[in-house]
Nanobody, 127 residues
């Protein structure tokens, strides 16, 4: 198990921005997939964005394309989720995730493949 340390959640008005960070200081595996899932009250958990830490290639949900950007700092074992133009429907608990062997187009949002999860950080967007 790899401990994931999340930060950066909070409350913001619609149209605002937030940046989430997720550090994995104990991770020694270079080839991993890291990213974010979210779950809103009464809704299923969904993949937001993930990044392959070797190639830097990323995947994201259609609902966040053009607004959210995932990036990484391999030296710090940290990934970031820059969230711009936030909408009330982005309100959710955001979870950092990590799995070994990278991300792939047919499985990047399959939550059951991710063996490491953070505690979650709340993002609330008011209208």
């Amino acid at each position: 198990q790899v401990k994931l340390e999340e930060s950066g959640g909070g409350s913001v008005q619609a149209g605002g921005s937030l940046r989430l960070s997720c550090a994995a200081p104990g991770n020694t595996n270079r080839n991993v997939c890291m990213g974010w899932f979210r779950q809103a009250p009464g809704k299923d958990r969904e993949g937001v964005a993930t990044i392959n830490t070797v190639t830097g290639f990323s995947y994201s949900a259609a609902s966040v394309k053009g607004r959210f950007t995932i990036s990484q700092d391999n030296a710090k074992n940290t990934v970031y989720l820059q969230m711009n133009s936030l909408k009330p429907e982005d309100t959710a608990m955001y979870y950092c995730v990590l799995k070994s062997l990278g991300c792939y187009s047919d499985s990047w949002s399959s939550q059951y493949l991710f063996e490491n999860w953070g505690q979650g950080t709340q993002v609330t967007v008011s209208s």
